[in-house]
Nanobody, 126 residues
Framework: QVQLVESGGGLVQSGGSLRLSCAAS????????MGWFRQAPGKEREFVAA????????KYEASVKDRFTISRDNAKNIVYLQMNNLKPEDTAVYYC???????????????????WGQGTQVTVSS
């Protein structure tokens, strides 16, 4: 099992930037593909970005592809989500998630992830 703690959320104006961090502990972090998801009020949890175990393959949801960047530092057991040019529709609780070790690639389905953080709120004002 992997324990995940997100940080870096907050209130930002439209066009601003935030960097989310997700610190992992427990199982060897480099064994886990990682993902970021978000959930807005009244909506289902949706995929944002994913990164494979060694960080050389990434996948993004279409609306964030040119604005968000996912990265990881396996030496520090942290995965990041750099968010630029934020829009009000990006407002949500953001969650990081770890896939089981047998899944090494990038995945968009939340059901494939086994461990989740508690989430961090991102609010973008217009």
């Amino acid at each position: 099992q992997v324990q995940l703690v997100e940080s870096g959320g907050g209130l930002v104006q439209s066009g601003g930037s935030l960097r989310l961090s997700c610190a992992a502990s427990g199982r060897t972090f480099s064994n886990n593909a990682m993902g970021w998801f978000r959930q807005a009020p009244g909506k289902e949890r949706e995929f944002v970005a994913a990164i494979n175990r060694i960080g050389d393959s990434k996948k993004y949801e279409a609306s964030v592809k040119d604005r968000f960047t996912i990265s990881r530092d396996n030496a520090k057991n942290i995965v990041y989500l750099q968010m630029n040019n934020l829009k009000p529709e990006d407002t949500a609780v953001y969650y990081c998630a770890a896939a089981p070790p047998q899944y090494p690639y990038t995945y968009t389905l939340p059901g494939l992830y086994s461990d989740w953080g508690q989430g961090t709120q991102v609010t973008v004002s217009s």
